[in-house]
């Protein structure tokens, strides 16, 4: 059974850093895309960004992009996002997601900037 | 980039009523569509897949038709359960784009 599991969320300053992870299983990671979309508090689902299997392939959101790292350790069969100079508009649930002919969701995590 | 366009942005109904939320998209994307159902505090739930597809373990009131870019998601028969925050995907590309979702609430 496909699973995804993320983590290191919470409430930090605006401008502080955060470094959410994903945790894979029930697949060959390391064959997949991987993807992190958000969603603000009472507003709908943003694509934010996409990495290729091998990494050679990365794009950002323009809401993100020069702030935010997309990375992922295919030994370990994880995704991460770094998070840099956010801001309270970064304030939202992450959710990593994989797509094949569907696409699989994680649980989300909360992300909250605030000081 | 893709735009994809849904309505309406509520719809208030009935249980046993048919439901019908349209998505369209800005230019074709063939058949990659889905459709989620949300409540509040989950993740999107997967209905439906690659425009058809019923994704399993969701009943077969659920439905999903269109190609190119029209498309529609039709609840037969709303069920209580189905009281719910509804939104399409475009996928098969790097970027993902969804519809600003459909509340469907209770009539």
């Known amino acids: 059974e496909v699973e995804l599991v993320e983590s290191g969320g919470g409430l930090v300053q605006p401008g502080g850093s955060l470094r959410l992870s994903c945790e894979a299983s029930?697949?060959?990671?390391?064959?997949?895309?991987m993807y992190w979309v958000r969603q603000a508090p009472g507003k709908g689902l943003e694509w934010v960004s996409y990495?290729?299997?091998?990494?050679?392939?990365?794009y950002y959101a323009d809401s993100v992009k020069g702030r935010f790292t997309i990375s992922r350790d295919n030994a370990k069969n994880s995704l991460f996002l770094q998070m840099n100079s956010l801001r309270a508009e970064d304030t939202a649930v992450y959710y990593c997601a994989r797509e094949t002919t569907t696409v699989d969701w994680g649980q989300g995590t909360l992300v909250t900037v605030s000081s | 980039d893709i735009q994809m366009t849904q309505s309406p942005s509520t719809l208030s109904a009935s249980v046993g009523d048919r439901v019908t939320i349209t998505c369209r998209a800005s230019q074709t994307i063939s058949s990659w569509l889905a459709w989620y159902q949300q409540k509040p505090g989950k993740a999107p739930k997967l209905l439906i897949y690659k425009a058809s597809s019923l994704e399993s373990g969701v009943p077969s009131r659920f439905s999903g038709s269109g190609s190119g870019t029209e498309f529609t998601l039709t609840i037969s028969s709303l069920q209580p359960d189905d009281f719910a925050t509804y939104y399409c995907?475009?996928?098969?590309?790097?970027?993902?784009?969804f519809g600003h979702g459909t509340k469907v609430e209770i009539k």
């Open positions: 029930g697949f060959t990671f390391s064959s997949y895309s």
């Open positions: 990495i290729s299997s091998g990494s050679s392939s990365i």
């Open positions: 995907q475009h996928y098969n590309s790097y970027l993902w784009t």
